[in-house]
């Protein structure tokens, strides 16, 4: 079939419905001349039209294959046969019949027991019959007959309890002796004071720095406002009540001028410094320490304060220090049935320019 083209090849069927064939190989002689061509049919069933496949590269040449032998046709299986029926299993032979065991002797009968006394003594047992000849073990023979065990004996009736003397009388209690007289006690300590105590807290606090006395011989307050309150109501006191100011600010002064501290409630004075005399200063750190306890209640005559001042300066130039305390008992003015508002004051001796005094820190509390 040289140069033919494919339209012209022989016409070849599968012999099988519904089947393609394909061109699978082929061969060519020296001269390159296709001499022969391999076809493989195609048998699935193909549905619907297919679309244009895209047309394939062209294929190098295949070397030449070896002819395929037919395979030949697998038989058909046979089917398997039926299995036998198990055999009957043979008869187990015989066991050895076992030697017979010896027979075992007859146990004596038990004595009979003595009859109880006062707690009579007990019967005598019987004798125990002896042991019957164990026979020559057989190949695992029947066990022998057991012997017939031995009566037992009869017990004896107990005899009768003795009877119990009669307890003696309890002896007569010796008389006891006479107690020791008791010690002397000894004397009780302090009692610690009994709760609830009286409450501490903060009364006042001052919030601004106060007007600066300056200039001036009026007496004016160094105080200013702040959180908190100064007044304690009429009748608000009890014995016993403490309290501490703290005050601190800048001094200045004129040599040899004077100043005086006045501690008040309105207008009575509670403590006085009377007339202090400076020396020359210039922005000094001053501080104030008040403490005051009230030791009676009532009005003027009766009602007692007592009222403790420390006022202490200190140069910035050279941190030389200052100062006066003083001390003062009112219990003549002094009256806890009316409301009370504490003041502090300073008054100086002249009004030069060079003398001035402010707050800036003043704390009040409660501290019994």
Sequence with gaps: MPNLPISQLPLTTS???????????????????????????????????????GTSGTDGTSGTNGTSGSSGISGTDGSSGTSGSSGVNGTSGTDGSSGSSGIDGTSGSSGINGTDGSSGSSGIDGTSGSSGINGTDGSSGSSGIDGTSGSSGTSGSSGSSGINGTSGSSGIDGTSGTNGSSGTSGSSGTSAPTPPFPFVYGLFSQTANSTPVSATTVETTLINGGVGTLSVPANGFAIGDSFRADFGGYLSAKNNDTITIRIK??????????????????????????????????????????????????KQANNAQGGFAFNTVNDTTFDTTVNNTLDVTAQFSSNSPLNSIFTDIFVLNKIY
């Design 265 to 314: 409630t309105g207008s009575v004075i509670l403590a006085d410094s009377g007339p202090q005399t400076l020396t020359t200063s210039v922005d000094d750190i001053w501080q104030l320490s008040v403490n005051f306890t009230v030791r009676q209640l009532g009005g003027p005559g009766s009602a007692d304060i007592v009222t403790l001042g420390v006022f202490h300066t200190t």
């Design 15 to 53: 012999g099988q419905p519904e089947s393609w064939m394909a061109i699978v190989n082929y061969d060519v002689d020296p001269s390159g001349i296709t001499n022969k061509i391999y076809f493989s049919s195609l048998t699935e069933q193909f549905s619907g039209s297919t679309g244009t496949s």
